[in-house]
């Protein structure tokens, strides 16, 4: 059996994790726990390009609270 994930024809969910995470998802395949579908249901390409489009910042975001308390910190020291 192919890999679904690797389906060019296939269609495609887009979810997305608590941590602001995206992926891929075949429509056949159960959401996983811990994961939400976002956007459009469609081509592997069209999915893609949504994702392209709307997740512009790849760090989780407890990283991004991290980074940003650690900044508050730093101005409070200054």
Do not use: Y
Not at 44 to 49: G, H, P, Q, R, V
């Amino acid at each position: 059996m192919a890999n679904p994930f690797d389906d060019e024809n296939g269609t495609f969910l887009i979810l997305v994790n608590e941590e602001g995470q995206h992926s891929l998802w075949p429509d056949f395949i159960d959401v996983p726990p811990g994961w939400e579908q976002v956007g459009p249901t469609g081509s592997k390409a069209l999915c893609s390009a949504w994702i392209d489009e709307n997740w512009t910042d790849m760090r989780p975001k407890s990283l991004i609270r991290q980074m940003e308390e650690d900044e508050r910190q730093r101005q409070a020291n200054d």
